[in-house]
């Protein structure tokens, strides 16, 4: 029997009841009960260190909540129902969006194909806020997309046009901005010349 009595300490959701004989390879045992009512021999190493918690119905549960969360918890969220419309604008032909998305190669990642990958990758969307690429020329996928507000999002827009110069890039007003000119000229100047030329004219 071990030296350090265990009997009536919690460990997890097991409550060690009194001491147990040996294993075969003479590792200190414990009787215990589960708080779900089972019980059960268990290694003393096992539970001072953790390695178990419970009879494995705290797994079970895990993933019962696991299971119900993503299978039938969020429909009509927010946050599936930008999923929903994500894959709409990518994928369906008759979607009002999709000549802007699907129809000029913006497609939603393999991964992004099940709604419990998404949100594994993107967690729960903020009140207030949509899901936005960073790089409008690719497509939705864990490594180019974030929540942002509608502000930032139409700031980051075809309309708005992002343009990389000098190793920067930035949408059309900041550049106009930072050249201290209009915004209408800086247009004009890069509908007719490359941004080399535009930028220092």
Request: proline fraction near 2%; hydrophobic fraction near 25%; include cysteine.
């Amino acid at each position: 029997m071990s030296k350090i009595n265990l009997t009536g300490q919690k460990f997890g959701s097991w409550t060690v009841l009194s001491g147990a004989e040996r294993d075969k390879y003479n590792h200190i045992m414990w009787f215990c009960q589960c708080d779900c009512g089972t019980q059960r021999v268990v290694n003393g190493n096992s539970l001072r260190r953790g390695d178990t918690k419970s009879c494995g119905c705290l797994h079970r549960e895990l993933m019962r909540t696991i299971k119900w969360h993503y299978k039938h918890g969020m429909t009509g969220t927010p946050t599936h129902t930008i999923w929903i419309n994500m894959r709409q604008r990518c994928n369906n032909q008759k979607n009002t969006s999709y000549k802007n998305y699907g129809g000029r190669g913006i497609k939603v990642c393999e991964r992004w194909n099940k709604f419990k990958n998404f949100y594994a990758d993107m967690g729960e969307c903020p009140k207030g806020l949509t899901i936005e690429r960073r790089d409008n020329s690719k497509g939705y996928s864990p490594q180019n997309c974030c929540f942002a507000t509608q502000t930032e999002q139409q700031s980051n827009t075809r309309r708005t046009r992002i343009i990389k110069y000098g190793g920067k890039v930035q949408c059309l007003s900041a550049w106009a901005e930072e050249l201290s000119i209009g915004v209408g000229t800086l247009w004009y100047r890069l509908k007719h010349y490359p941004p080399q030329i535009a930028f220092n004219m």
